[in-house]
């Protein structure tokens, strides 16, 4: 079982830049998918990105394809999201989520992920 630990919102200016860090702990960490999710006040909860369980395959939302970034470290059992150029529109409360998974995409839809973190937010000032 996979607990999950968000950090590195905050309040930044459009065009700006951000870190989100996803820290995990439990076991097996290599072996999980983890995917990123987004949810703005009054909207549904949206995928953002995800990156396999090695790091060898990632895909993006259109809406943030070209300016955000995920990675991952496996032996720090850490998943980033780097987020640049970022917009007004991309205020939101940012998750991060994983399953166990050996295929290339895990999945791009909230209920594909069956561990959650509590969410850090990212505001974006224009």
């Known amino acids: 079982q996979a607990q999950l630990v968000e950090s590195g919102g905050g309040l930044v200016q459009a065009g700006g830049s951000l870190r989100l860090t996803c820290a995990a702990s439990?076991?097996?960490?290599?072996?999980?998918?983890v995917g990123w999710f987004r949810q703005a006040p009054g909207k549904e909860r949206e995928f953002v990105t995800t990156?396999?369980?090695?790091?060898?395959?990632?895909y993006y939302a259109d809406s943030v394809k070209g300016r955000f970034t995920i990675s991952r470290d496996n032996a720090k059992s850490t998943v980033y999201l780097q987020m640049n150029s970022l917009k007004p529109e991309d205020t939101a409360i940012y998750y991060c989520?994983?399953?166990?998974?050996?295929?290339?995409?895990?999945?791009?839809?909230?209920?594909?992920?069956?561990?959650w973190g509590q969410g850090t937010q990212v505001t974006v000032s224009s």
């Open positions: 989520a994983a399953k166990r998974s050996q295929m290339p995409v895990a999945g791009i839809h909230s209920y594909d992920y069956d561990y």
């Open positions: 439990g076991r097996s960490f290599s072996s999980y998918a």
């Open positions: 990156i396999s369980w090695s790091g060898g395959n990632t």
